[in-house]
């Protein structure tokens, strides 16, 4: 079993940034590839960003590519996900999710969930 719990998002205006983290406790986090995801109001969840277990690999959606940057510390079982340039169609509850195996922005194939976090960008 794996907990997630995110912080640091917020209200920021639009050009701006935040820095979203993700502690993890429980099992290995260093054997886990992380992602983060996001859900505004009245749509679906969508992928944002993923991170292999050792932080050799990243993918990007297409709409955050060049703006977020996502990383881990496996010696602090912390993933981030560095946002800049952040646009009001960022706003949403941003959620880190962890597991087993390759990396993938498919949130399907994702066993452990945060309760997630709000970030708003306003405009």
């Known amino acids: 079993q794996v907990q997630l719990v995110e912080s640091g998002g917020g209200l920021v205006q639009a050009g701006g940034s935040l820095r979203l983290s993700c502690a993890a406790s429980g099992r290995t986090f260093s054997s886990y590839a992380m992602g983060w995801f996001r859900q505004a109001p009245g749509k679906e969840r969508e992928s944002v960003a993923s991170i292999k277990w050792s932080g050799g690999s990243t993918y990007y959606a297409d709409s955050v590519k060049g703006r977020f940057t996502i990383s881990r510390d496996n010696a602090k079982d912390t993933v981030y996900l560095q946002m800049n340039s952040l646009k009001p169609e960022d706003t949403a509850v941003y959620y880190c999710?962890?597991?087993?195996?390759?990396?993938?922005?498919?949130?399907?194939?994702?066993?452990?969930w945060g309760q997630g976090t709000q970030v708003t960008v306003s405009a």
């Open positions: 999710a962890a597991r087993r195996g390759a990396i993938t922005l498919a949130a399907t194939s994702y066993e452990y």
